[in-house]
Nanobody
């Protein structure tokens, strides 16, 4: 069992930056894909960015050029660098490791599915 803990959320002004971290209690080296999801009030959860074990990255169109996802297996940590933040980026951000992300990427499903508790990101206009 792997536990994920997110950190780095907060309140920032339009155009500002934040870096989210997702640290796992165990090794993430064997987890073929990890992702950042977000859910705004009244909206469905959406995949924001994902990264595979081979460091292939995927981004939703609205964040391309502004967000960068990365992972450091040796630190069991995944990051999301968010620049040029906009009010519409306001949401609770969750990290996922496992089957949800692999399914959304169309990869062979990982047998487990781990979620963090979420971290609030608020961008004021």
């Amino acid at each position: 069992q792997v536990q994920l803990v997110e950190s780095g959320g907060g309140l920032v002004q339009d155009g500002g930056s934040l870096r989210l971290s997702c640290t796992a209690s165990g090794s993430i080296a064997s987890i073929n894909a990890m992702g950042w999801y977000r859910q705004a009030p009244g909206k469905q959860r959406e995949l924001v960015a994902a990264i595979t074990n081979s460091l292939t990255t995927t981004y939703t169109e609205s964040v391309k050029g502004r967000f960068t996802i990365s992972r450091v297996n040796a630190k069991n940590t995944m990051y999301l660098q968010m620049n040029s933040l906009k009010p519409e980026d306001t949401a609770v951000y969750y990290c996922n490791a496992g089957s949800t992300t692999t399914r959304d990427l169309g990869l062979i499903p990982y047998e487990y599915d781990y979620w963090g508790q979420g971290t609030q990101v608020t961008v004021s206009s």
